[in-house]
């Protein structure tokens, strides 16, 4: 078991910053993995797709309608009607092509490791994980996973089953990925997938890099499929290795890039040159927000770009609001690898980022 000792406590990281991972691939698609799945390689059509990489955007703006057809072995999907202009994101990455097929984030949890998120949200009640391992209320572990009713979630502030968002950050970015289609409000990426709330910062949006790093490893053992990491700061050994942990275990980790304006990104996203996928910001023109850190010299990084400025999303208390960040770009590129793995559960981690850096538009 991965060990999460606490014994030297690390700097604060604040929510309103981004990061990325390390990634291990040559972001050259590996044909033979298909064999091992019910699609055929004789079937893709993407072989020819370059994959430039560039220090500002790196493999370019993320596709969803490239991207899951990709995964299916199918030719990219067919161009549809925007959906409307509020949610601009949806239509830059191309997400109703794929609602069309029948993709949405079925069976598809999706661990926000944040703020917390507001569960009772008009948008979003109906689309909380529910551990029905455990039963509520009765001061037991029933599912001896080391956390006494933990039936949505967990809060490693407070060290409660409570993972209620008392600062707004996590029920945005929860938005954004599974807002429920519901015609009122707004409406997320992968809309019947589960969003597992694990709360890591406080209501001022500060948290520990060991309590991320726990938040990082019960999401993993407790079934999530896809983890969203909108945070970094500095460097630590604790989340690194929950982080290769994830991606050994089979959860796609996507991390934003980090909102400092930097030539490449901060931590953990810089970790995508291993493990995970590093998310820029663009705006509705598809320009690099002023804010978001770049790409870097160094291709072997897992960096695409999402939109990330003035993304309407939900906030506590049935509202919403429009925010700015690469903490918005990030739950866009989860949100794409929720719906990847609702067409095809079998992708790994390594072929969710070798498939959303290769039909990434640059
Ligand atoms: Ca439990
Ligand atoms: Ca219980």
Redesign the pocket.
Known sequence: MYNTTVSNPSEPLSTSIVAQLFSDDTHQLNASYYSSHPYSASSLTYSTQSYQYDENNGYGIVDAAGAVAYSIGAQRFADVPNYDDYDWGLNAINVPEVWQQGYSGQDIVVAVIDSGVDYTHENLSNNIWY?YA?VYGDGI??????????VMGWNFVDNTNNPYDNNGHGTHVAGIIAAENNNYGTVGVAYNAKIMPVKVFNAYGDGFNENIAKGVIYAVDNGANVINLSLGGAYTEVLANAIQYATERGSIVVMAAGNQGASEPIYPAALATNWGIAVGAVDSNNYMADFSNRAGSNSYLNYVVAPGVDIYSTVPDNNYKFENGTSMAAPYVSGVATLMLSANPYLTPEEIQAIITATAIS
């Open positions: 551990n455990e572990d029933n599912d001896s996973n080391g956390y006494i009713d933990d």
